[in-house]
């Protein structure tokens, strides 16, 4: 796992150092107090099959969204992961398909509402989960 505190974004240095993995099939984003954000392309027709029955189509690789997760909820960790994530999507035309399930009484919507905030598009939505998709930029 390498460590980079001086990713820019927009001319801006990073708030917090942070560890990472990037490969071509997967990335993962870690903070020092244990927050992380986990993507993952499985190469399987799976992703791809999901977004031709919501008639979309998509060239570039489909990620899946292992999962963020953080120690101090509602504190802005989140966000941080998701801009960089955000950026590391963009910069390699990564497509990300995201099974959006609450954990620990958090709302679905306010779930979703986060996601739509970094690109993610409702494709379904049940009653305990949803189904969202982010296009390569």
């Given at each position: 796992m390498n460590t980079c505190n001086n990713i820019l974004n927009n001319g801006k240095q990073l708030k917090y150092p942070i560890k990472y993995i990037?490969?071509?099939?997967?990335?993962?984003?870690?903070?020092?107090?244990?927050?992380?954000?986990?993507?993952?392309?499985?190469k399987r027709d799976l992703e791809?099959?999901?977004?031709?029955?919501?008639?979309?189509?998509?060239?570039?690789?489909?990620?899946?969204?292992?999962?963020i997760w953080t120690p101090t909820p509602n504190q802005g960790v989140g966000t941080y992961l998701m801009n960089i994530c955000q950026l590391i999507l963009d910069r390699n035309s990564w497509s990300v398909l995201n099974e959006v399930r609450p954990q620990n009484k958090k709302d679905l919507n306010k779930l979703i509402e986060?996601?739509?905030?970094?690109g993610f598009t409702l494709l379904e939505k049940g009653k305990y989960c949803a189904l969202m998709f982010r296009s390569a930029k």
């Open positions: 990037l490969e071509n099939d997967y990335l993962r984003l870690e903070l020092e107090e244990g927050s992380y954000l986990e993507i993952q392309n499985h791809k099959n999901i977004l031709l029955n919501y008639n979309l189509e998509t060239k570039s690789p489909v990620f899946f969204f292992n999962g986060f996601y739509e905030r970094f």
